[in-house]
């Protein structure tokens, strides 16, 4: 039974679901919802299936619909990380969908993709105390090297203001210059510039955003009616 959609509140007229019925909650790492309110809010939706259920509940996410243009650096891995030992006691894991072009060698997304995937299975391993801030700093030091210290205020960056960033060029003008800051730390050649490479080429649709945001707006129509 997947909560989704017009049916993501569980039912009111039922007490209890048949004990072959598991709930997937579709949404509910989704990194749109790193506010706290949003927060809030799936928490709330978790808590109100569980007593309709005598089944670990599954949260189903796509990180993210990038193969639907989406191009904003929601590099979320605090409030990730807290929803994930959050959820640790009353859910039996995950149901991971990626956007994947059939060139696989090819994909422009895998620099936000696998930021997701590895957060969700690495909050994982240390049970509900684990430390999401001491495994995000790991992360920098170990997959991106000379750039860590570069990274870690990038992603900083984006993790307080990838939704702002879409209407405020200033915003985005910062995450492109932190980026370019940290791709200067390391040889392209080597592991750590191939891996800033993935990053490199899914920033290329906030760069179009930027360039976009800085146009100036032409002349406005006026409409008449006439009857």
């Avoid at 929803?83 to 060698?105: P, R």
């Amino acid at each position: 039974n997947c909560a989704y959609g017009i049916y993501s509140l569980p039912p009111l007229t039922i007490d209890k679901l048949e004990p072959n019925v598991v709930v997937s909650i579709v949404g509910g790492r989704r990194p749109m919802n790193n506010k706290p309110d949003d927060q809030e809010d799936c928490r709330k939706l978790r808590e109100s299936w569980l007593p309709k259920t005598s089944n670990p509940l599954i949260i189903f996410e796509n990180y993210p619909l990038t193969d639907r243009g989406w191009y904003l650096p929601a590099f979320t891995p605090h409030s990730l990380g807290k929803s994930i030992n959050a959820t640790k006691g009353v859910s039996q894991g995950e149901d991971i969908w990626l956007s994947m072009l059939q060139e696989f060698e090819k994909q422009p997304d895998l620099g936000l993709n696998h930021f997701m995937v590895y957060f969700t299975q690495r909050m994982y391993w240390g049970g509900q105390a684990a430390d999401v801030d001491a495994l995000f700093r790991e992360y920098c030091r170990l997959f991106y090297g000379p750039a860590e210290q570069e990274m870690l205020a990038f992603f900083a960056h984006c993790e307080a203001n990838w939704q702002a960033i879409e209407k405020d060029k200033a915003l985005a003008d910062t995450a492109l210059a932190l980026f370019e800051k940290a791709k200067s730390k390391a040889d392209a050649t080597n592991i750590y510039g191939r891996r800033l490479a993935m990053i490199d080429v899914f920033l290329k649709g906030l760069r179009n955003k930027s360039a976009q945001l800085g146009r100036k707006r032409g002349p406005v129509p006026v409409l008449r009616l006439v009857s």
